[in-house]
Nanobody, 121 residues
Framework: QVHLVESGGGLVQAGGSLRLDCAASGSIFSMNTMGWYRQAPGKQRELVATITSGGITNYAGSVKGRFTISRDNAKNTMYLQMNSLKPEDTAVYYC???????????????WGQGTQVTVSS
């Protein structure tokens, strides 16, 4: 079993910064793409950013230039540095990861429980 735990959410004023962490633990042989998603009240979950095991990143247009995704493969941890936050960034942020539990296993996608980010105007 694999567990993803997000941390670092909270309340911040517009223009402020937060850093989210996502720590993976459990039966991990390797992890492929990891990502951050968010879901605002009444809206569908949307992609924020992804990062491959080799460090290739992809961002939603709404956060490009403000958010930075990174990962530490040795620690099985992913980060999301969020700068110049806006009220519209308010949402529950979820991390996910494609994880393989053995050298011959398949990759499965796991999700964290989410962390609330609230940006006040």
């Amino acid at each position: 079993q694999v567990h993803l735990v997000e941390s670092g959410g909270g309340l911040v004023q517009a223009g402020g910064s937060l850093r989210l962490d996502c720590a993976a633990s459990g039966s991990i042989f390797s992890m492929n793409t990891m990502g951050w998603y968010r879901q605002a009240p009444g809206k569908q979950r949307e992609l924020v950013a992804t990062i491959t095991s080799g460090g290739i990143t992809n961002y939603a247009g709404s956060v490009k230039g403000r958010f930075t995704i990174s990962r530490d493969n040795a620690k099985n941890t992913m980060y999301l540095q969020m700068n110049s936050l806006k009220p519209e960034d308010t949402a529950v942020y979820y991390c996910n990861a494609d994880v393989r539990g053995s050298s011959i296993g398949y990759f499965f996608k796991y999700w964290g429980q989410g962390t609330q980010v609230t940006v006040s105007s």
